[in-house]
Structures are given as C-alpha cells and as structure tokens.
C-alpha cells in the first residue's frame, strides 16, 4: 500500500497513523475489559440478591466502573473520529495497469479520432468569436456574478440546450443509461462518500447556514443514490445518465484558461455513472469512454485519449481515462471528458454493496463516473473547430433537429 501511493506522489505520515491505531487499540482493550468486569459485577449481584444478601458494596462498584466505562468510551469514540479523518484524507490505490509517473506530462495516448480542421485564415478563440456572434456575455456574466461566469444569449443558449438534450438522447436510447435529475445541493457525508470531502472542502461552495454544499460534479449525488443499499447481482451493472449544473471555486491560476468558458465557477455538465461487479468494471470502463467518444463522433469533432499516469490520478479513482479535444483557436488538447474506475474506494465509504445469486454474504460494488460530456466546453469546440471566414460558425448536422433546423450561427444584424 505504501509503495502503491508513493506512485501517486502522495506523502502519508505512517507513523502517525500507527501511534493513532495503537492508541485506539490500547482504549478499545481497556473498554472491553471493563465491560467484561461489569458483567461479572451484575452476575454477582444477581447472586447475592439470589441467597438474600445485601448487594450494596458490590452496586457501589458496579457504579464507579460505569462512570470509568463512560469516560473510556468518550476517549474511544474520539480516538475512532482521528483515525476515521486521517484514513478519509488517503486517496484510492493505483490499478497495477496505470503507468507510472509524476504529472500530467507522463499520461500516455492511446488513440485519435479524425483530423483537425484546416484553416486558410487564422482561427480565432473561441471568446472571440461568441462576443462577436452575441452570443457569449462576459461583462453581463462578471456584472452578475463576478469572474468566470457567462451570460449566454440568443442561439449560444440554444446551442448549450441543444446539445444537453442531445447527449441525454444519445445516452438513454442508444447506450441504454437511466436519466436521473438529483438535487444540485447534498449533505456532507454525500461529499464523503464520493470523496469530495474531507480533503476538498477549500474548493466547495458551502450554502451558508445549512450543511449543504453545491454539487461540484452530478457523480456525487447520483454515485450516492444506492448509498447504504444493498444491490442484487441480477440488477448489475446499473448505468445512470444525468445533467446538472456544476459548482467549483477553481482556485488559483490557469493563464488563457481564465479567458472565456474553459473554466468557470458554473457549468454544465451530462454526467455518466456505473455501478458493477468487481469482475467486471474494468470492461464496463473501456464501454463509458466509447459511449462518451461516441458525443464527439457525431459531432464530427478530432480528439484523443489518453491514460493518466499514477501522479495525475483524481482522489477517488484507480484508472482514468481522459477524452481531449483539439481547439484550433487555441492551438492545443483540452480535456473534455474524464472517465473513472473507482473500484470499491467510493462504495466502501458511502457503504454501497450488492448480493450475489445464492449467496447469502455481501461485497463491495465498483463504482464509476464520466463526463458524457462537459457541454460547457463543447461549445467551445464547436465555436473554434466550426469557425468559417466570415465570422460565422456551422451547426454540426446532427445539432440541427434540436435548435429548430438552424445551420449557422452568423453575426447580429
């Protein structure tokens, strides 16, 4: 385990967790020890009472070692309450296949899909082109809500809802997902489950008052839909597709990721999430990603996949795949979708199992998540790889039945 998570970067103070355990250990023997006194002290009462004897010296005991017990475990539950945080702060173990590595530079492509556009002008970015066609607002988006949050207007609305109801189509008749709307706001120990919390809760956003906090992610109310449930075999693999609005601070600097819509304090997103044997997730793993590929496809936009090495794992998974796309204003990849085997890390802490047939035992689902994909981004693929001389930019045909049978987007008269 310690050489597994040194693969990830990830430092653990092993000594401390040993004196932690130890002393737990030492608190647990004590209580159950005095527990097993008790017990004894009420069997002689009993008997003294029995023979008509007066059992007073024997009750005094009895009450002093109850306040003793009392005390010890106060200790105990606080000593578990240290050990639970420190054990919730340790991210999942790699999956032996991932490759070994320090960042993002040592991820390793596995594919490409189409060519990038050719351009006889200069491709412009993406901001460019939305405020010139009207349909980015970033100065009513900051006049609103401050930075990183974009009005859209006209047909960059329809172009975002078009392509909502779009994946959710794909995802739910042909790759047969169950579409589920959750909450936008959860509990916190739903951000436990999924791993949000405790590590990070600096990148939250707290509703004030309440111990609820915006989702950052629809894969952590709906991974927690079967929490503290125990599943049927026969019922396996669950498949649940769902959009939501997505909430994160984003902390710190990303250079030209300030600019535009790449990354925002709200976005939205069509989120896909598995739940699986053990036998059997991985296969279902390299099925999400095709189902999440399959968005650009039709859309007719280049992109690869890449593996992620051990050092650019998310908290919770085991293996990841990233979905990239090629944006020509931008000159460079950009992760459009994040596709996640989380093994059993997720379903141990929100304590999601399944029964096997015959059986009478219990285990552990796998659980995974994917962006199917972030849409927020995605029009931004579609405003740069569809960009034509004149400004305007094309609707990718199979977009055309959702936004009323409009073929371009072209500057306001």
């Not at 597994?4 to 990830?10: M, N």
């Not at 078009?162 to 916190?188: C, Q, S, W």
């Not at 939501?244 to 989120?271: L, M, W």
């Amino acid at each position: 385990m310690k050489e597994r998570l040194t693969s990830r970067g990830v430092q653990i103070d092993w000594d401390a967790f040993t004196e932690l355990d130890r002393q737990r250990l030492e608190l647990l023997q004590e209580v159950e020890g005095l527990r097993n006194q008790q017990n004894k002290l009420s069997d002689e009462i009993a008997e003294v009472k029995r023979r008509g004897e007066d059992p007073g010296d024997l009750i005094r005991q009895v009450r002093e070692l109850s306040q003793r017990l009392k005390d010890l475990e106060k200790a105990l539950r606080e000593k578990e309450g240290e050990l639970r945080a420190f054990l919730l702060r340790i991210p999942n173990l790699p999956h032996e296949s991932v490759p070994k590595g320090s960042g993002p530079e040592e991820n390793v492509e596995i594919r490409r899909w189409g060519e990038p556009p050719q351009f006889d002008f200069e491709p412009r970015p993406h901001w460019e082109i939305g405020e010139r066609l009207g349909i980015l607002d970033f100065r009513c988006g900051a006049k609103l809500a401050g930075s990183r949050f974009t009005l859209y207007r006209g047909l960059g609305a329809l172009l975002e809802r078009a392509l909502i109801n779009f994946m959710l189509d794909l995802h739910t008749r042909e790759h047969g997902y169950i579409e589920v709307l959750p909450p936008f706001m959860v509990k916190r120990e739903v951000m436990e489950g999924t791993g949000q919390l405790p590590k990070f809760e600096e990148d939250l956003f707290k509703i004030e008052g309440l111990e609820l906090f915006l989702i950052p992610t629809a894969e952590v109310p709906v991974t927690n839909i079967h929490r503290d449930e125990i599943l049927e075999e026969d019922d396996l693999p669950l498949k649940y597709v769902s959009y939501t609005p997505c909430f994160r601070k984003e902390a710190g600097s990303y250079g030209k990721d300030v600019r535009g819509i790449i990354r925002q304090h709200q976005f939205n997103k069509v989120e896909l999430v598995k739940f699986t044997t053990p036998e059997t997730s991985y296969e279902e793993l390299e099925s999400m990603v095709r189902d999440a590929e399959e968005v650009l496809r039709r859309l007719g936009i280049h992109y690869r996949v890449v593996e992620l090495c051990t050092g650019d794992l998310g908290f919770s998974a085991a293996k990841t795949y990233d979905i990239e796309v090629w944006l020509p204003g931008l000159g460079e990849y950009k992760e459009i979708s994040s596709c996640s085997n989380c093994e059993d890390f997720q379903a141990r802490r929100a304590s999601i199992r399944f029964r096997r047939r015959g059986k009478k035992g219990t285990e552990l689902v796998h659980t995974l998540n994917g962006s199917g994909i972030a849409v927020g981004r995605t029009v931004v693929a579609i405003l740069e790889n569809y960009q034509q001389p004149d400004g305007s930019v094309l609707i990718p045909e199979v977009l055309r039945p959702y936004m009323g049978g409009i073929e371009r987007i072209g500057p306001p008269e």
